[in-house]
């Protein structure tokens, strides 16, 4: 971890930390000292750092963090983790539930994953540039916010990705500034996701519409709803670091971990079909596989409650989910069929929003392997 510090981030870690810049040792050499931290004799703990990039730069930055983790009664480990995350923000997307994922995801599905997060992003830029529910294609502000962000380490355990948004360097006292665009776009995503949670819990699609403002629009809640579908509906957990050089807003800085699971799923669905008008309505046959079930109860229940199915298949060539909601009978069969990896068909009005795709007035579901598998007619 120490190899990826550099000598910038040591030196804004500093400032931030309240250290300050007391000497000059022949103009080579910075020292920095704290008004609160001193050795056991009373006298100032000095850090020391070359003013210029050196050849033993690395074993110098090796040596300060060392001692700052003295000072600091931390780790070495977790001093440079500060450090080197201090000028950004952090967002971490894991898998909640990943045992068909714990060696990790198929490498067929990684540059989806990575361009469904970088979608998130980018519309939330194009939102805080250009409030909007929906944007039908992506804007400048957009593509270039994207551009500057950082896809970061992946990390074990709960399989995860993470975003890495620089920031800019406060020249002035951070709380007396507006935050900085990159900031109010990771501010957006958080919040939006957090509202989210809040719809989720309280079944009150309401939610997401009263806040639209300064959280999700369609074009985000599409983003999040394709890390679903390419993790087969495996519950994910959100959260963000903050870069402590810019305050966050008040109702985000102790931000807590969200889960984003299939009602989360089922409510971005529900909320893009309230704001995004149709763009394409066909009467079609689609036929394909299972991939997603969801259901708010056992599916031998013999109630009305939501029962919603995702099936995999080929429209002109370019492979498409569809989202169909079904009867209690028909659910039923569904899923004896994905346990049987059984083709599926049915009839129906397909709908098009953006990349979101739903079979509406659903009739003819039928198991069996059908002539054109994969395909929708």
């Given at each position: 971890?120490?190899?990826?510090?550099?000598?910038?981030?040591?030196?804004?870690?500093l400032k931030w930390r309240g250290w300050r810049e007391s000497a000059l040792e022949g103009r080579r050499i910075l020292l920095y000292t704290h008004?609160?931290?001193?050795?056991?004799?009373?006298?100032?703990?000095?850090?020391?750092?070359?003013?210029?990039?050196?050849?033993?730069?690395?074993?110098?930055?090796?040596?300060?963090?060392?001692?700052?983790?003295?000072?600091?009664?931390?780790?070495?480990?977790?001093?440079?983790?500060?450090?080197?995350?201090?000028?950004?923000?952090?967002q971490y997307l894991k898998l909640a539930d990943d045992a068909q994922f714990r060696r990790g995801i198929p490498l067929q599905s990684a540059p989806?994953?990575?361009?469904?997060?970088?979608?998130?992003?980018?519309?939330?830029?194009?939102?805080?540039?250009?409030?909007?529910?929906?944007?039908?294609?992506?804007?400048?502000?957009?593509?270039?916010?994207?551009?500057?962000?950082?896809?970061?380490?992946?990390?074990?355990?709960?399989?995860?990705?993470?975003?890495?948004?620089?920031?800019?360097?406060?020249?002035?006292?951070?709380?007396?500034?507006?935050?900085?665009?990159?900031?109010?776009?990771?501010?957006?995503?958080?919040?939006?996701?957090?509202?989210?949670?809040?719809?989720?819990?309280?079944?009150?699609?309401?939610?997401?519409?009263?806040?639209?403002?300064?959280?999700?629009?369609?074009?985000?809640?599409?983003?999040?709803?394709?890390?679903?579908?390419?993790?087969?509906?495996?519950?994910?957990?959100?959260?963000?670091?903050?870069?402590?050089?810019?305050?966050?807003?008040?109702?985000?800085?102790?931000?807590?971990?969200?889960?984003?699971?299939?009602?989360?799923?089922?409510?971005?669905?529900?909320?893009?079909?309230?704001?995004?008008?149709?763009?394409?309505?066909?009467?079609?046959?689609?036929?394909?596989?299972?991939?997603?079930?969801?259901?708010?109860?056992?599916?031998?229940?013999?109630?009305?409650?939501?029962?919603?199915?995702?099936?995999?298949?080929?429209?002109e060539g370019r492979a498409v989910n569809v989202h169909v909601s079904l009867s209690g009978g028909d659910y039923r069969r569904a899923c004896d069929?994905?346990?049987?990896?059984?083709?599926?068909?049915?009839?129906?009005?397909?709908?098009?929003?953006?990349?979101?795709?739903?079979?509406?007035?659903?009739?003819?579901?039928?198991?069996?392997?059908?002539?054109?598998?994969?395909?929708?007619?």
């Amino acid at each position: 971890m120490l190899d990826a510090v550099t000598r910038d981030q040591v030196l804004r870690y500093l400032k931030w930390r309240g250290w300050r810049e007391s000497a000059l040792e022949g103009r080579r050499i910075l020292l920095y000292t704290h008004e609160e931290k001193r050795d056991d004799a009373g006298d100032p703990i000095e850090l020391a750092i070359p003013a210029i990039e050196t050849s033993d730069i690395r074993a110098r930055i090796a040596q300060l963090v060392e001692s700052l983790a003295a000072v600091e009664g931390r780790s070495i480990q977790e001093v440079a983790g500060s450090i080197e995350s201090s000028d950004r923000d952090i967002q971490y997307l894991k898998l909640a539930d990943d045992a068909q994922f714990r060696r990790g995801i198929p490498l067929q599905s990684a540059p989806d994953v990575v361009s469904s997060l970088r979608d998130l992003v980018a519309h939330s830029a194009a939102n805080v540039a250009a409030p909007c529910i929906y944007h039908p294609r992506m804007t400048e502000a957009g593509k270039k916010h994207a551009e500057r962000c950082v896809f970061g380490h992946t990390f074990r355990g709960s399989y995860g990705f993470t975003v890495e948004t620089p920031l800019p360097l406060p020249l002035l006292r951070p709380e007396e500034l507006e935050a900085p665009f990159e900031r109010r776009v990771s501010e957006r995503i958080a919040a939006g996701i957090g509202y989210l949670a809040d719809a989720t819990a309280a079944q009150r699609l309401e939610i997401l519409h009263e806040h639209q403002d300064e959280g999700l629009n369609s074009n985000m809640c599409e983003a999040l709803l394709e890390i679903g579908e390419i993790f087969r509906g495996v519950p994910t957990i959100y959260t963000i670091a903050w870069s402590p050089e810019w305050p966050a807003a008040p109702s985000l800085a102790e931000y807590k971990p969200v889960r984003i699971d299939e009602n989360a799923y089922r409510c971005l669905a529900s909320f893009i079909r309230e704001v995004r008008p149709a763009e394409e309505a066909t009467e079609v046959t689609v036929a394909g596989r299972v991939i997603i079930l969801r259901s708010d109860e056992p599916p031998m229940l013999a109630d009305e409650s939501a029962r919603e199915i995702v099936i995999a298949t080929n429209l002109e060539g370019r492979a498409v989910n569809v989202h169909v909601s079904l009867s209690g009978g028909d659910y039923r069969r569904a899923c004896d069929a994905h346990l049987a990896g059984s083709v599926v068909s049915v009839a129906g009005t397909l709908e098009k929003r953006g990349k979101y795709w739903t079979l509406v007035r659903p009739k003819r579901f039928a198991i069996g392997e059908a002539e054109d598998e994969g395909q929708a007619q």
